[in-house]
């Protein structure tokens, strides 16, 4: 069984920073991609960010320049600071890890989201 747990939400004003944390554990071989997406009420889930176990990285163009992503793959975590934060930076924000096992075989998985807040 695969868990990720996000930490590091809460409520800040507009302009300062917060910075995501993502850490996956159980029976896991190694991670492919893991990403950061967000869902603002009544909105789609739109991703934000992902990172190769490279370090290659892609971003939504609204958070280009903000955020940035990063990983550590010994300790099977993903990051995601972000600065400069806005009102419509507001949502539940989800990560997503595709996830090998010693079998060979993978699994997508999602933690239960963190909220973010950003006051005007």
């Known amino acids: 069984q695969v868990q990720l747990v996000e930490s590091g939400g809460g409520l800040v004003q507009a302009g300062e920073s917060l910075r995501l944390s993502c850490v996956a554990s159980?029976?896991?071989?190694?991670?492919?991609?893991m990403d950061w997406y967000r869902q603002a009420p009544g909105k789609q889930r739109e991703l934000v960010a992902g990172?190769?176990?490279?370090?290659?990285?892609n971003y939504a163009d609204s958070v280009k320049g903000r955020f940035t992503i990063s990983r550590d793959n010994e300790k099977k975590t993903v990051y995601l600071q972000m600065s400069s934060l806005q009102p419509e930076d507001t949502a539940v924000y989800y990560c997503?890890?595709?996830?090998?096992?010693?079998?060979?075989?993978?699994?997508?998985?999602w933690g239960q989201g963190t909220q973010v807040t950003v006051s005007s």
């Open positions: 997503h890890a595709d996830v090998i096992y010693y079998t060979g075989t993978n699994s997508n998985n």
């Open positions: 159980g029976k896991i071989f190694s991670i492919g991609v």
């Open positions: 990172i190769m176990p490279s370090g290659s990285a």
